[in-house]
Structure formats: C-alpha cells, structure tokens
C-alpha cells in the first residue's frame, strides 16, 4: 500500500514538473534563439564593413537587427539586436558609440515589431523597416552632431547610415519573405 501511495504522489510530483520543464523550455528556446540572432547582428555587422568619410563604416547587420523584431518579438528582438550592435561596435572599436547603438539598435527592433505584428503582411513588414531605418539614421545624426561634438560635420555621416538602411531593409525583407516560404520557421516564428 505504501508504494502505490508513494507512486502516486511520485507521479504527480513528475507530472508537475513536466508542466514546468515545458514552460521553462520554451523560455530557455526563446533566450537561445535571442543568443542566436545577437550573433548574427554582431557576425552580419563586422563581417562586410565598407569605411565611410567619417570613420563609420556602413554594414549588413541592420536586416538582422529587423528580423529580431519580426521574429523574436518586442523585448528579445530589442535585446538581441541591441545586445549584437553593442558587441560588434566593442569588437570593432568603436566602444564609444556602443550604448548609444545598443539603444538605437534596439529601438529598431522594438518598431520593426510594433508595426509588424498586428498584420504580418510585406506592407507592414516595409513600413516597419522604413521607420526603424529613418529612426536609425536621424538617431546617429543627432548623437554625432551633439554627444559627439562633430556639430555640422555629422551630416555628412547621413547619407551613409541611408544606404545602410536602405540596404539592411531590402536584405531584411528577402529573408523575411524566404523564411515564410519555408514551412517549418513560418509555423515556428508565425509570420
């Protein structure tokens, strides 16, 4: 009688934990793929640098910084593409404009989410990306000209940070259109 009652209790004591092994492995998946897509902005954001005329550098890690937002959503999307723009600018060297891009890049991905979410069609994807890239570039405009003390000379770094976001928009948007045609990460990411 004992061990019937020791089974049982043992059971759902199991059962219990199952309950939190699923909730925690959803958590734990969804920290994992925020690890992922930091990784990717920093990697995308280093890995093809062209020099602009002010010491920037103009790069790929913007689409990533939009497929957070798409696809992780709000809170992980914007600490995943902040967290991969502060790494790649203190890998880079340019740890001065480290929290300033851990806060843009992560407001980007907070309005690629925000925009997007509510429909999920290429109209809001477009729009989203748009206002996260205009966003990107008036950001660093008005960083360089009054944090950084460059004055007028930083709008010459913003035709640089449009191409940039031009750029990281269009790839964005052609990942985010193959990923829906894959059916196992449309059913995942639900986009």
């Not at 890995?47 to 910084?65: L, R, S, W």
């Not at 206002?131 to 008036?138: C, D, S, T």
Request: hydrophobic share 55%; charged share 15%; glycine share 8%.
């Amino acid at each position: 009688m004992k061990k019937t009652k020791s089974c049982v209790i043992l059971n759902i004591k199991i059962s219990d934990m199952k309950e939190d092994v699923i909730m925690n492995d959803k958590k734990a998946l969804k920290l994992v793929m925020s690890a992922m897509f930091a990784s990717l902005v920093c990697v995308a954001t280093m890995i093809i640098k062209i020099q602009t005329v002010t010491n920037g550098y103009i790069n790929i890690g913007d689409c990533f910084v939009l497929l957070s937002g798409w696809l992780l959503g709000g809170v992980y999307g914007a600490f995943a593409a902040g967290i991969g723009s502060f790494l790649a600018d203190i890998l880079a060297g340019y740890p001065v404009y480290a929290v300033a891009t851990f806060i843009i890049k992560g407001v980007m991905a907070l309005i690629a989410y925000w925009v997007f979410h509510r429909n999920k069609s290429f109209s809001k994807a477009l729009v989203s990306a748009t206002l996260a890239e205009l966003f990107m570039a008036v950001s660093y405009l008005i960083f360089d000209y009054f944090v950084m003390g460059y004055g007028n000379a930083a709008v010459v770094s913003f035709p640089a940070n449009i191409v940039q976001g031009i750029v990281g928009a269009v790839l964005g948007l052609l990942l985010l259109n193959l990923m829906r045609n894959n059916k196992t990460l449309k059913d995942y990411f639900k986009i």
